[in-house]
C-alpha cells in the first residue's frame, strides 16, 4: 500500500481544513487508517483512525469533538475534517495504514505528510 496525503495549508484559528489521503492498492479497503502529527521536536502524536468499515472510529483527547475521520473505500481515500482549528494544531499530518494492530497502531505503511499551519 502507498500512501499521499494532500490538503494541508495555512488556516486562521477556528477555521476548518480537510486533509486527504489516498491510497494505492486494492486490498486498502481490509486496513484501518489513521492520522498522525508531528512538530519538530516532539514524538509523533495519534490523531484519529479508522475501522476498515468505516463503523469504528477513535480519536486523539486533543481533537475529539472538532475532528472527524471518514473514508470512501470505493475511492481509496481517507480524510480527515477538522473544525475549530488551533494554533496548537500545526503540524505536519500523516496517514497511515494497517491489516493487524489495534486502531492505535501498529501502522505499516505511512504517507509523506502535509503541512497544516493555524495562524493565531
Known amino acids: 500500500v502507498q500512501l499521499q496525503a494532500s490538503g494541508g495549508g495555512l488556516v486562521e484559528a477556528g477555521g476548518s481544513l480537510r486533509v486527504s489521503c489516498a491510497a494505492s492498492g486494492r486490498s486498502f479497503r481490509s486496513y484501518s487508517s489513521g492520522w498522525f502529527r508531528q512538530v519538530p521536536g516532539k514524538e509523533r502524536e495519534f490523531v484519529a483512525a479508522i475501522r476498515p468499515s468505516g463503523g469504528t472510529t477513535k480519536y486523539g483527547d486533543s481533537v475529539k469533538g472538532r475532528f472527524t475521520i471518514s473514508r470512501d473505500n470505493a475511492k481509496n481515500m481517507v480524510y480527515l475534517l477538522m473544525n475549530s482549528l488551533k494554533p496548537d494544531d500545526t503540524a505536519v499530518y500523516y496517514c497511515?495504514?494497517?491489516?493487524?494492530?489495534?486502531?492505535?497502531?501498529?501502522?505499516?505503511?505511512w504517507g509523506q505528510g502535509t503541512q497544516v499551519t493555524v495562524s493565531s
Open positions: 497511515a495504514a494497517q491489516s493487524l494492530g489495534t486502531l492505535l497502531g501498529p501502522y505499516t505503511y
